[in-house]
């Protein structure tokens, strides 16, 4: 699926550093969403911007800041993680129509926090 | 809490057979179901979606919804090893607002076997 990307593909960092994760939409979309997805546990929804406007933040640490600049882009800010935020981050967009919606996710940034 | 269950699995079906997968949703207003296939390493890819009682056929997979029951399944006809694949199911449970606030079940891993 070329329609959304997502960079980097692979993410090692410290638990000092700082980083973004990117995600790009090719699709005409008005949704785009943050999650995050684990060894053995369901997706988690992080954020959900629609129309460049923030519309759901699920209790996420403030060490995650996402930022949609446009409505094709979408950014992850990244600080001071943790360990167990080891995961893959999984980037989707929808057309913004509601509850028909079909969301299209990208590849995904395997992120590992050593 | 909302919640998605499904069976983790492994299920393992022969080549040829019809590999059964179900799903079960506690939201009693949900409004849309979805259901996605992850291949290992790789992101969610979507495959079908369904939000009328009954069934829906696309090809060789199949969808059913049950609301009384809150309940809904994909069939897989003439299964293949290239099947083989972590099936997950996603339940919207509104339609008010412009975006999909998913939510997934932790996801059934079938194994087909030649």
């Known amino acids: 699926e070329t329609g959304v990307t997502q960079t980097p593909r692979h993410l090692v960092m410290g638990m000092t550093n700082k980083k973004s994760l990117k995600c790009e939409q090719h699709?005409?979309?008005?949704?785009m969403y943050w999650y995050k997805q684990s060894a053995k546990k369901p997706l988690e929804l992080m954020f959900v911007?629609?129309?460049?406007?923030?519309?759901e933040n699920n209790s996420v640490p403030s060490r995650f800041s996402p930022e949609c600049p446009n409505s094709s882009h979408l950014f992850l800010h990244l600080h001071t993680l943790q360990p167990e935020d080891s995961a893959l981050y999984l980037c989707?967009?929808?057309?913004?129509?509601?509850?028909?919606?079909?969301?299209?996710f990208g590849p995904g940034t395997r992120l590992t926090v050593t | 809490q909302k919640e998605v269950e499904q069976n983790s699995g492994p299920l393992s079906v022969p080549e040829g057979a019809i590999a059964s997968l179900n799903c079960t949703y506690s939201?009693?207003?949900?409004?849309?179901f979805f259901w996605y296939r992850q291949y290992s390493g790789k992101s969610p890819e979507l495959i079908m979606f369904?939000?009328?009682?009954g069934d829906k056929e696309d090809g060789r997979f199949t969808a059913q919804l049950n609301k009384a029951s809150q309940y809904v399944s994909l069939l897989i006809r003439d299964s293949q090893p290239s099947d083989s694949a972590t099936y997950l199911c996603?339940?919207?449970?509104?339609?008010?607002?412009?975006?999909?606030?998913?939510?997934f079940g932790a996801g059934t891993r079938l194994a087909v076997h030649p």
């Open positions: 989707a967009s929808s057309r913004g129509t509601g509850g028909l919606d079909e969301q299209y």
């Open positions: 699709l005409g979309h008005n949704a």
């Open positions: 911007y629609s129309l460049e406007e923030r519309v």
């Open positions: 939201d009693r207003g949900s409004q849309s």
């Open positions: 369904i939000y009328s009682n």
């Open positions: 996603a339940v919207n449970p509104t339609s008010a607002g412009g975006y999909n606030k998913l939510i």
